[in-house]
Every structure is written in C-alpha cells, then in structure tokens.
C-alpha cells in the first residue's frame, strides 16, 4: 500500500481580491441608498425671494407664553385686539397702500389666536408675516 506524502509547509489560498471589491461597491450603494432614503425627512417647498428688502414691519402684533397680545409696545385685552387691530391697520393704510401686520408668537402661544390674528390681517387687506420665538 503506497500512502501519498503530504506537502507540509504549503497551505492552500483563497484568491479575496475580488471579493473585496464586491463588498466594498456593496458598502458604498448601501450608505448612499441609506442617506437619499431617509423616511423621516418631510419634504417642504421652500419660497424664494427675488428682492433683497425685507418688508416694512408696519404694525408689530406680540402674543407672549401668557397669552398677552401687543400692538407695538403698548398691552390690549384679547376680546378687543380684532377691533384695536383693525383701526391701526385702517391708520396705516393712510401712508402705506398695503400695510404689513408681523406677528411675534412664543412657542407656547395659543396658535388658534395666531391663525385667528392672521385671518383679521387678511380680510382687513393687510399683508402678514409671522415668525415664532
């Protein structure tokens, strides 16, 4: 019986050159799919301008977390804010032909009030701007 001699100090290789590549362009397919794919991004179109001059901040309505409404600087009741609106807007409407209304909300405000203001602006023929602080 003639048994085979084994070849001690040979060992056997796999050839992994190209199995490199394959799972690196599969790494890199991944994390590009992984990052245009995101399901929690909310697509928004955003407005762009064409002018750079910000509009004249005629009348400043500020609503603070205590729900307090101001035009400008000075405090009203929240049951005549529609008619202390609507005469500054009539005031302004004098120099200006469309004057703007900006409203300064806090972030604890009451939005009803917001979008309720907003509204008032609106039918009064005044244009808004609302920002949230």
Avoid: C, W
Wanted: aromatic residues 8%; glycine residues 4%.
């Amino acid at each position: 019986m003639k048994f085979r001699k084994k070849h001690k100090g040979e060992e056997s290789e796999v050839f992994t050159d190209s199995l490199n590549d394959i799972l690196f362009i599969l790494l890199m397919f991944f994390l590009i799919v992984a990052t245009l794919a995101n399901p929690n991004v909310v697509k928004v179109g955003l407005p762009r301008g064409t002018k750079d001059a910000k509009a004249k901040q005629n009348i400043m309505v500020s609503i603070d977390k205590e729900q307090n409404f101001f035009i400008g600087a000075s405090k009203v009741d929240h049951i005549n804010i529609d008619t202390f609106l609507i005469r500054e807007i009539e005031k302004h409407r004098a120099t200006v032909d469309t004057p703007t209304v900006v409203i300064n909300a806090d972030t604890a405000a009451y939005y009803g009030e917001v979008f309720r203001i907003m509204r008032l602006s609106k039918k009064a023929g005044a244009k808004v701007v609302a920002t949230v602080k």
